[in-house]
């Protein structure tokens, strides 16, 4: 079954970037819509951002202008970058898969583990 | 964007009594396509991944205990839970896959 992992710096200074990758286990990346989404500290689940192909990508508006997915699928892999961080970026962030193939309209299954990133200096 | 917002904030329900959570969408779910409504609920326990519970507003995720009850279509829904254990305690989204993807705040249960 396809397992995802997160990794990256747990600490980014404020206005720098942040960068983490998910590493895809287990099956192919091909035909899903792959997204992060994260969670800040005693709150609510919000969407990132998605991509289907290096062409196919959608960011949360609020976010649009900081965020950018790279993927790499010789390695099984994608990443985000979120650029200008503030104290407010603080949070776990997960990366997900769409559970239907070739499509937006489905549900996030599996997830990873999450891994929280403190913006602080 | 698809604002979706969830009912209460949180509740404290005695084990073996029911549990009621609800979820409004700031407008319809119902693709006339195929007339299924795209929502999904999902439990999540302290410092653990959101787990789903329920996708097509109504259908349970393999392994989910038939206690957990999802329905509602359009712009209402609920997911209730018939007989609360302790293994239930948990915060609960309701996501929409409609459009581009949007979370309920939260609802945290709590055993009375």
């Known amino acids: 079954q396809v397992q995802l992992q997160e990794s990256g710096p747990g600490l980014v200074k404020p206005s720098e970037t942040l960068s983490l990758t998910c590493t895809v286990s287990?099956?192919?990346?091909?035909?899903?819509?792959w997204s992060w989404i994260r969670q800040p500290p005693g709150k609510g689940l919000e969407w990132v951002g998605y991509?289907?192909?290096?062409?196919?990508?959608n960011f949360n508006p609020s976010l649009k202008s900081r965020v950018a997915i790279s993927v790499d699928t010789s390695k099984k892999q994608f990443s985000l970058k979120l650029t200008s961080v503030t104290p407010a970026d603080t949070a776990v962030y997960f990366c997900?898969?769409?559970?239907?193939?070739?499509?937006?309209?489905?549900?996030?299954?599996?997830w990873g583990q999450g891994t929280l990133v403190t913006v602080s200096s | 964007d698809i604002v979706m917002t969830q009912s209460p904030d949180s509740l404290a329900v005695s084990l073996g009594e029911r549990a009621t959570i609800n979820c409004k969408s700031s407008?319809?779910?119902?693709?006339?396509?195929?007339?299924?409504?795209?929502l999904a609920w999902y439990q999540q326990k302290p410092g653990q991944t959101p787990k789903l519970v329920m996708y097509?507003?109504?259908t349970r995720e393999s392994g989910v205990p038939d206690r957990f009850i999802g329905s509602g279509s359009g712009t209402d829904f609920t997911l209730t839970i018939s007989s609360l254990q302790p293994e239930d305690v948990a915060v609960y989204y309701c996501?929409?896959?409609?459009?581009?993807?949007?979370f309920g705040q939260g609802t945290k249960v709590e055993i009375k």
């Open positions: 997900a898969r769409v559970a239907l193939p070739g499509t937006t309209g489905g549900w996030f299954d599996p």
């Open positions: 287990g099956g192919s990346m091909d035909f899903y819509y």
């Open positions: 991509f289907y192909s290096s062409e196919k990508f």
């Open positions: 407008q319809s779910l119902l693709y006339n396509y195929d007339n299924k409504d795209y």
């Open positions: 097509w507003a109504s």
């Open positions: 996501q929409q896959y409609y459009s581009t993807p949007s």
